[in-house]
């Protein structure tokens, strides 16, 4: 019989599972969408908004109805569960799930006659509603945290990100402040990845080490949990509440529960893996250390999966830095986030190619490298790097004479889309070097996904800036993907490859046969005429700052 490896993705909208074979086809995908699926939780996208300014949560309640529908939907496919060697899988980050003082026992008791809900659902929760991604509501608790180790960049160099108002660790502090109760009847708290697994288990899952890097509250280098900012965030019972340190991708948990293989007829020996969450497990699907991900929605992500090296990576107030799922702590990865992406390429289409992507297009190829010494810097809505930026900037730029600013009336109309691409692009590779540690080796691959990734004018510009070869993946549930391969990643491991790698385990798995295509290759004329550009964008940026920073808001 040939072993299957299920990968779920709980995310903010639906819950996902992919499930592929060893040689990481896929055999079988599903979902369950939380608004139309089950509506009488009342969701809005998958969430609940208030009572408090700022408050986003979900029903942890819903997320168990939705396991148990998917698995029945799985079961009407066909799907025999009793082939499944292994279950990983991903969350959405940063969300988190307080247990009450009765839920290890109401986990290690469940009966297989009786729903997930009716026996967890409210007595295993200390809240019924879980925190999620969304929230903003901890901005107070931002700054404390930050001003309680010494400013933002201290919290970056230990954590790998400033405070963020998503971040676990703040969203913890704000309960402790506002619902002391409730924090006091917690036993133990977990993040949506580790939330999954326990399900599986029948007892509290650890938190796995990439996805932690997401709550202010490990040292990203070290991937054990930090006392002071433990103790900030959550007092001195903040350590039992989390459990034993954080650990990593590719360990073996256990065997999945009882309740599991009574109900649904899963294999007893079937083992349960950490999950991690959405983005790491995107880098496990799509990329290896040395690559990068490039993500082009409706905002732009750049993932870089950094290798290890004798000097660690930088932190910087601007990006994160996560610990990789299957090689930390001597690898990470980098995430450079930006608002403006897809919305503000689309402003640029309509305005100046007649809305139309085929004219757009024409216009990008008809242009060179710089066109001409004009660049465009665009943030229709105040961007995160730079951080507050807002409005659009014009520049003559030439490789050695500072930048000089120019209305737009002075910038021939037909350079425009190319300007966005390319301005949109360097302030990425501008910030590669900084983040890479020195003498690192060059990077691989470009992985691009997203609406944009479909435009092959789009993947060329970005093939000939980067100077990387592009690729895009045939799957497109990633995420779920990236957590089935970190199932067959533990299983791998507990038959006889103790001491492999997830690279080692992926060798002769690599290219076509994973889905990925090459689309697009650097030209290496072009690719050189960009070498140059960098340092005339990163002037251009400062410029950007200095105005902004001097204007009348």
């Not at 954080?246 to 256990?254: A, K, R």
């Not at 250390?289 to 750049?302: E, K, M």
């Not at 216009?363 to 930026?389: A, H, K, N, Q, W």
């Amino acid at each position: 019989m040939q072993p299957l490896f299920l990968g779920l993705d709980l995310s903010t909208q639906q819950l996902k599972a992919v499930l592929v074979r060893e040689d990481h086809s896929i055999l079988h995908e599903s979902s369950v969408r939380f608004d139309q699926d089950l509506p009488s939780y009342e969701t809005e996208n998958g969430a609940l908004k208030g009572p408090a300014e700022g408050e986003v949560t979900s029903p942890v309640a819903m997320w168990l109805d939705a396991f148990e529908l998917l698995a029945e939907r799985m079961k009407q496919a066909g799907v025999d569960f009793g082939s499944i060697a292994a279950i990983s899988g991903a969350g959405q980050q940063h969300g988190s799930v307080f247990w009450s003082y009765d839920a290890e026992n109401a986990l290690a008791s469940l009966d297989p006659e009786q729903t997930l809900t009716s026996q967890l659902s409210p007595k295993a929760f200390s809240l019924p509603r879980a925190p999620i991604w969304q929230d903003s509501s901890t901005t107070r608790e931002c700054r404390e945290i930050e001003e309680a180790v010494g400013g933002p960049q201290i919290l970056a160099d230990i954590t790998g990100s400033r405070a963020y108002e998503r971040f676990t660790g703040t969203q913890i502090a704000r309960i402790r402040r506002v619902n002391a109760e409730a924090y006091k009847a917690t036993s133990r708290i977990s993040l949506v990845s580790s939330f999954m697994p326990s399900v599986f288990l029948g007892r509290i899952a650890p938190i796995e080490i990439s996805d932690a890097s997401g709550m202010n509250l490990m040292n990203v280098l070290t991937c054990k949990w930090n006392d002071i900012l433990l103790d900030i965030c959550g007092g001195p019972e903040l350590r039992s509440k989390l459990g034993t340190e954080p650990v990593s991708g590719g360990t073996c948990l256990g065997k999945i529960s009882s309740f599991w293989t009574n109900r649904w007829g899963f294999n007893p020996n079937c083992l349960i893996a950490p999950f991690t969450g959405d983005n790491p497990a995107t880098v496990v699907a799509l990329s290896f250390p040395g690559d990068a991900i490039l993500s082009l929605g409706t905002s732009t992500t750049f993932l870089l999966s950094i290798p290890p090296a004798d000097i660690p990576p930088k932190r910087f107030i601007t990006s994160h830095l996560l610990s990789h799922p299957t090689t930390a702590p001597d690898a990470q990865i980098a995430m450079l986030c930006y608002k403006n992406g897809a919305l503000a390429r689309e402003q640029v289409r309509d305005k100046y190619a007649d809305a139309d992507w085929s004219n757009y297009n024409t216009l990008v190829d008809s242009g060179t490298p710089g066109c001409d010494g004009y660049m465009g810097l665009y943030f229709p809505l105040p961007e995160i790097i730079p951080p507050g930026v807002k409005g659009n900037f014009f520049f003559r730029s030439g490789r050695s004479v500072p930048p000089v600013q120019v209305t737009k009336e002075e910038v021939p109309q037909a350079f425009q889309p190319r300007m966005i691409l390319e301005s949109q692009f360097l302030s990425i590779r501008s910030r590669i070097a900084a983040i890479l540690p020195p003498d690192s080796p060059p990077l691989q691959r470009l992985v691009v996904t997203g609406g944009s990734s479909a435009n092959h004018t789009i993947r060329q510009l970005a093939a000939d800036l980067f100077n990387m070869k592009v690729y895009v993946s045939t799957t497109k549930e990633a995420a779920g993907m990236g957590g089935a391969l970190l199932a067959k990643y533990a299983w791998w491991k507990q038959n006889g490859n103790s001491k492999g790698t997830f690279e080692e385990m992926n060798a002769m798995m690599e290219g076509e046969s994973t889905g990925m295509k090459c689309v697009a290759e650097p030209r290496e004329e072009v690719a050189m005429q960009y070498d140059g550009l960098v340092a005339s964008y990163t002037a251009c940026e400062e410029e950007v700052v200095k105005i902004w920073a001097t204007k009348d808001v």
